[in-house]
């Protein structure tokens, strides 16, 4: 049983008549029941208003993949939150990062770069193609398929060269984005996912939930964790002896 | 000076008639020409019909970037030229491949893998952005620019994670594709290039004609040559004295 | 249950007393008893000295993940077969080269390179480092460990850049090189690991067996097969409704 | 001409005999003096003692290379002045970051991981051997050469995937270290090289000097500024036409 948790922000639904609208109970609710309708999942949320946003030590030791959506109030996320994150990831705790979340603290942190990009909301049509029909966030997924209205986000994308780009977009007002990537940071793996604007109902399509499904299995732990990873050990071993 | 050399299959220019409008003197010639308008570079063209396809190794081993366009005659392609270009690219010379040269001997066999992709002839508007704009490759580029018409590339492209990606395309019929890609083989850079389709004037517009010469710049070899990387040599050395 | 297929060229065996005295039965069958001792996974043995190399197409297509072990007769190996393993690879099937089957043409046919090293048998000590500790290949093993005489391999290693160094070892006689290194090819993860000497019993140690095991569970197939990874379809789709 | 800055933390040679007796005028000076044996090199040296520790902003707009040594004052380095440096680096500046550099504020934030690893200080011999000899960082080398003693830094070094690996070490003592290695960020590029123990005469070693400018040659920016990336800006364009 894969263990995650869903963040949300839990802000724009309660300031924005179209997201509450879209989301009722917030998206972080639709995003964990979309996890939990996969028997191998077990999904929990966590909200920014919760003590510690949720996300104290003892939960995040017990957590294998963290999904992240957070858009209006990243300056306002607690810096030894996001430390303690940082510090699960690099450890080997999967996290998901989605939408505008790529300005969120954890995720420029883990990069390194801005991961700026442009961006227009004109309500257009958005198709994802599947990049490498063989990753496994893609099983399960059509050649392409179509969200009939989202928000654009256009290239240039500042991040680091990715280990994976899996899913790339065209948008019907003629930009292109990578909008599915992977990163490796010490023992964790990182997929970033683009759709999902507050105002639309992308979190409700099947094709996306498949991907959200399929990107919690790919990021749960596969190998040992990395304990220690902060620390640089003073080593006499193995000192091989050589000569007399 | 860098001096460049344009293979060119030069056939479809003579079997059809919109090919040879766009490029009465062969698309080679007008590549070669384009190369040529840079101070830097000393560009001739060559051809499959000449001995051993223009390419003996005599000219390669002077050659430090060689620009291959082909779509008709790939199969016809001597093997032991192929192998020949082959290992200069190892050794050092760049390769810059062009548009239907994704299913070339050569590309192929650098990569290992098919490079197959989906096409469709329609005449298409492509608008190619530049993904990474501090690639020397897309210096001197705006945001991104339009080729009027062209034949559709669609993903997935079957080729191992690039270096970088540098352009990626929009295709006005709801496609994209990873248009500009680097590889490095040996000591060999590799740049593929997707536009170029024979029936459209896409080599005489400015903005490719500057991709091609930052191109041959960004493939020019830049480190040492690798000379023997075929050979497993037998190494008694260092052998570090250890115990007496 | 993964269902892996270990090749032995079985030559060695029969033509070298020492490599006959370390693996009486093949190091085919060491290989096999190996992988068949982890209860998911379902090993046989197939040699060169078989129909078709004992690699019919049939076998193939069952086969999640190939391992192959080959060093004398390399060139003998007949180009139908190499090509049909190539493409069942790049459609999905795992595959783990060892030691001298750098040099074997499937490996060099899916790199592109030559995989040239540097060699020397002088019996030296062997020290495994684990690069990467949380890679599934790693899973379960020491920061390193020692094999107390094998071949060298040393560097330049002719490869491309691997997705990722597992493993870098160090040898009493002043060398380094990087021995184990993942790629993936269409669908196909490859996994390339240095150790495995004929004349040493170096499959037999239990930190080998272990990472076999490991790289075979890492290899087999996660997400979907690419069939048709080979053609490149003309797609009048999705070609999007513009305009009237 | 490259202009090219080294920072010195200036500290250790205050403090501890052997090192002003290796590097009387300080590690920075010897530096400095390296690079500029080389005719398109100009560089300059500051130090940590200097307002705004040598780094005003409009000195960094001006600088095409920075070259980093810090050890013992990592954190005392101000928040402000490594943002700036970061800011630099993603709009073009390149990078060099030596020896215990790799704790530096500034190689953690460009990386996201903690650039841990293994240490040891017993005097012992490192043999760094080319792993990538066409890379244009191993220009004019041998295949390896011996530092006869320094610190020893051994794996896992927790660093992401670098873009090329140039040196692996190989160490008396028995361990293996990823000496040199290439990182891209935003449009700036970055090295890392692992020997300059202080106590030891290193970078008064020819090969270490001729290493430190190939790097400068190397890192200097070879495409455009990517002005802006700290931004995301809102494009209404292009917004293809799409219908009436």
């Not at 802000?11 to 028997?39: F, K, M, Q, W």
């Not at 999904?43 to 510690?52: C, P, R």
């Not at 899996?166 to 990578?178: A, P, Q, T």
Request: proline fraction near 8%; glycine fraction near 8%; aromatic fraction near 10%.
């Amino acid at each position: 049983m894969i263990r995650a948790v869903v963040w949300g922000e839990n802000y724009v639904e309660h300031t924005i008549s179209a997201v509450a609208a879209a989301y009722p109970l917030g998206i972080h609710v639709c995003l964990r029941d979309a996890l939990n309708a996969d028997s191998e999942i077990d999904a929990l949320s966590v909200t920014f208003q919760e003590q510690e946003h949720g996300l104290p030590i003892d939960l995040l030791r017990e957590t294998d993949v963290l999904v992240w959506w957070g858009h209006a109030l990243h300056d306002d996320v607690r810096d030894d939150v996001v430390a303690r994150v940082h510090a699960r990831v690099l450890e080997g705790m999967g996290l998901i990062v989605l939408h505008s979340g790529h300005f969120s603290k954890i995720f420029r942190r883990l990069l390194g770069t801005p991961a700026s990009l442009r961006w227009r909301e004109a309500g257009e049509r958005e198709r994802i193609w599947v990049v490498n029909p063989a990753h496994p966030i893609a099983a399960g997924l059509p050649p392409s398929f179509v969200i009939p209205h989202e928000e654009m986000y256009g290239e240039p994308f500042a991040i680091p060269t990715p280990d994976d780009v899996v899913f790339i977009s065209w948008f019907e007002g003629g930009d292109v984005f990578r909008s599915g990537v992977t990163f490796s940071r010490g023992a964790g793996r990182i997929f970033y996912f683009r759709p999902g604007h507050e105002t639309y109902p992308t979190y409700h399509q099947l094709e996306v939930q498949q991907i959200l499904r399929n990107a919690v299995h790919w990021a749960a732990p596969s190998g040992a964790p990395w304990h220690g990873i902060e620390e640089a050990p003073h080593v006499p071993e193995p000192l091989e002896q050589i000569g007399p």
